[in-house]
């Protein structure tokens, strides 16, 4: 979006920053991101961890603990840093405190109405063989089973937003002791969020979400949700067990609408959609009344969405259930974005419980980059710009996220900087400018 006359003359008469001083801007950035670090992480030595983790993480867009040491410039043998930062990574609940830290961080952005989108994935390993509590997981890109752990991520977005906030980057073992299902496992990972926002924002999931036990957890605990089902569920309309499917094709679908698909070849589809909507309930719930939104035309089979929200009979109505579904395919690049840009599946720790904190080390330096300096983001690909013009005249990615990861990396590497140290708590009220005087 375009600026005002007076911030783009602003914008010119500023001289250009060097690059000491933007690295310095950035240093007081991630001071004032970790500020209140301790009401989360009271240990000093493990909140030194965390910051040094962080710095790494940003300037060599790498999880392996090897880049995090060259990123610290210590005048000591790297072995020695790398041997004191491996036993940090395995310190024990350290993920579940920067996951309630980045959860804190971030509640004030969770509206009544925000969606909560939850996507659980895979971290393959296909050539691990002594990575603790190491399971066979089903490879999504590559089909079939592999070697790997389990990954669930939670993301906050407006409906038809393009902003997002990660919450959560949950890793799992069905081989882990005290183990108990994948769905306690989700459901975990929901009541991590719920914790600090209450009962603010829908939750939104995709085919197998659906679930019973996740879906009567949702209803007891009082959650608003919306999920799309698989056709062989089972629901109450009339009070008879009917499959969704057969409510699906009995649906009536009063509304139609045309549009373009752009397929990744190029080429243009046009799909002739209809929709509609219906009131069942849940087996185990007769007294909650839900809605079941109906879509043909955008697959070979209906797309059928359950929510228990009290939408109208009414096209506007229905179509904002549509757009909330949606709102999670037109964010599937911001879902692929932390594997691509951290290496995630390039983590090289052994222990469970550092797999586990690495996870949530990652997940700060999403929060860092896509939320606490997101509405930044046209300053850092300027920054990008000037530090790369040498080598590069083109090719700036469209997603605004690779393009800041990759100008923070490109500032912090070419700015030598010392380790990284922890910061006082500075409860502070508002965020620093980062080109600010």
């Not at 971290?123 to 490879?139: F, G, I, S, T, Y």
């Not at 991590?192 to 979400?209: C, E």
């Not at 606490?372 to 996220?401: C, N, Q, S």
């Amino acid at each position: 979006m375009m600026g005002s006359d007076k911030e783009i003359r602003t914008e010119r008469t500023r001289p250009a920053l060097t690059t000491h001083q933007i690295a310095s801007r950035l240093r007081e950035q991630m001071h004032a991101f970790l500020g209140n670090l301790s009401a989360s992480v009271p240990q000093k030595t493990a909140r030194r961890f965390v910051c040094e983790g962080l710095q790494g993480i940003l300037a060599r867009k790498s999880l392996r603990l090897s880049e995090i040491v060259r990123s610290l410039n210590e005048p000591i043998p790297l072995i020695k840093t790398e041997n004191r930062l491996s036993r940090q990574a395995r310190r024990g609940g350290l993920a579940d405190c920067l996951h309630d830290f980045v959860i804190r961080q971030s509640a004030h952005r969770i509206g009544r109405d925000t969606l909560l989108l939850v996507d659980p994935s895979d971290l393959v390993k296909p050539h691990a063989k002594k990575m603790e509590h190491l399971a066979r997981v089903r490879d999504g890109s590559e089909g079939g089973l592999a070697n790997g752990y389990w990954l669930c991520q939670v993301i906050a977005v407006e409906c038809g937003g393009g902003h997002v906030t990660p919450l959560v980057n949950h890793l799992w073992s069905q081989d882990a002791p005290g183990h108990k299902s994948e769905n306690a496992e989700v459901l975990s990972c929901i009541e991590r969020v719920t914790h600090r926002v209450a009962s603010r924002g829908i939750w939104v999931m995709d085919r197998g979400g659906d679930r019973m036990s996740i879906m009567r957890e949702l209803l007891r605990k009082h959650r608003r949700f919306l999920i799309r089902l698989v056709g062989n569920r089972h629901l109450l309309y009339r009070g008879k067990m009917v499959l969704a499917e057969d409510l699906a094709h009995r649906c009536p679908l009063p509304y139609r609408e045309a549009v373009i698909k752009q397929k990744r070849d190029g080429t243009e589809e046009r799909l002739e959609l209809s929709f509609g909507m219906m009131r069942v309930r849940l087996p185990g719930f007769p007294k909650k009344e839900l809605r079941l939104v109906v879509l043909h035309g955008f697959g070979s089979g209906p797309v059928m969405l359950l929510t228990t929200e009290a939408l109208k009979p009414s096209r506007r109505s229905i179509q904002w259930a549509l757009d909330a579904y949606l709102t999670r395919w037109r964010i599937e690049e911001t879902l692929r974005y932390a594997k691509q840009t951290y290496g995630l599946e390039d983590v090289r720790v052994l222990s469970y419980q550092g797999l586990r904190n690495m996870m949530a080390l990652a997940l700060l330096a999403m929060s860092f980059t896509m939320t606490w300096l997101g509405m930044r983001e046209r300053l850092i690909v300027l920054m990008r710009h000037a530090l790369t013009a040498a080598k590069r005249f083109f090719g700036v990615p469209d997603f605004r996220y690779y393009a800041i990861s990759d100008g923070l990396a490109d500032i912090l590497r070419r700015r030598q900087t010392p380790a990284f140290r922890a910061p006082p708590d500075l409860n502070q009220g508002g965020q620093l400018d980062i080109i600010g005087y």
